[in-house]
């Protein structure tokens, strides 16, 4: 088996031997930061941000989660509209799934998705799957078009945490 660190070692340098731009987010955490821009066959297109983390498990790190945080928001005007939408996209897209919180002025929402992975495998799995996210994310960005402001500051540090806490006391 593998170690968190060992895992985002071998996709940090599958990245960086392809020339892919990402930033070490959270070292301690193994957390990695991808920054997509709009993809210009999208037409209208959006920026998006997946956080991929690589769970801890000391010598037996066997998954990742990928996080598109708080990537859009709503007004509570179309609060229902969109969350009617996002359910529709959790059949559509059944490994990458939404969720919306609730918020003083409607709602914000996030993606996620897990994944298991083999040691020696890590470097061009997890970056498709993190090419994948980011284009599921761009996608629905584009289909709620005006029901929702996209973009925003990104997470801070704690809500990163505190989001990756709750996930794992949810498993």
Same mark, same amino acid.
Request: glycine share 8%; hydrophobic share 45%.
């Given at each position: 088996? +593998?170690?968190?660190?060992? !895992? #985002? +070692?071998?996709?940090?340098?599958?990245?960086?031997?392809?020339?892919?731009?990402?930033?070490?987010?959270?070292?301690?955490?193994? =957390?990695?930061?991808?920054?997509?821009?709009? #993809?210009?066959?999208?037409?209208?297109?959006?920026?998006?941000?997946? %956080?991929?983390?690589?769970?801890?498990?000391?010598?037996?790190?066997?998954?990742?989660?990928?996080?598109?945080?708080?990537?859009?928001?709503?007004?509570?005007?179309?609060?229902?509209?969109?969350?009617?939408? !996002?359910?529709?996209?959790?059949?559509?897209?059944?490994?990458?799934?939404?969720?919306?919180?609730?918020?003083?002025?409607?709602?914000?929402?996030? +993606?996620? +998705?897990?994944?298991?992975?083999?040691?020696?495998?890590?470097?061009?799995?997890?970056?498709?799957?993190?090419?994948?996210?980011?284009? =599921?994310?761009?996608?629905?960005? =584009?289909?709620?078009?005006?029901?929702?402001?996209?973009?925003?500051?990104?997470?801070?540090?704690?809500? =990163? !945490?505190?989001?990756?806490?709750? %996930?794992?006391?949810?498993?």
């Amino acid at each position: 088996m +593998a170690t968190a660190e060992d !895992l #985002r +070692a071998e996709f940090t340098e599958f990245m960086r031997a392809n020339n892919v731009k990402f930033t070490i987010h959270n070292e301690a955490d193994n =957390i990695v930061r991808l920054e997509f821009a709009a #993809r210009p066959s999208k037409g209208k297109g959006a920026d998006t941000t997946v %956080l991929v983390d690589f769970d801890e498990r000391g010598d037996e790190a066997d998954s990742v989660h990928f996080v598109a945080w708080e990537f859009a928001s709503c007004t509570e005007a179309n609060y229902a509209q969109v969350l009617v939408k !996002l359910n529709d996209y959790n059949r559509k897209y059944r490994w990458c799934k939404f969720w919306m919180k609730k918020t003083d002025n409607g709602g914000v929402i996030t +993606a996620d +998705a897990d994944a298991k992975l083999v040691p020696g495998s890590s470097g061009l799995e997890v970056t498709g799957m993190a090419f994948t996210v980011s284009d =599921i994310v761009e996608d629905v960005i =584009i289909d709620l078009g005006d029901l929702v402001d996209a973009g925003g500051s990104g997470p801070s540090m704690d809500d =990163i !945490l505190a989001l990756l806490k709750m %996930l794992a006391d949810r498993s």
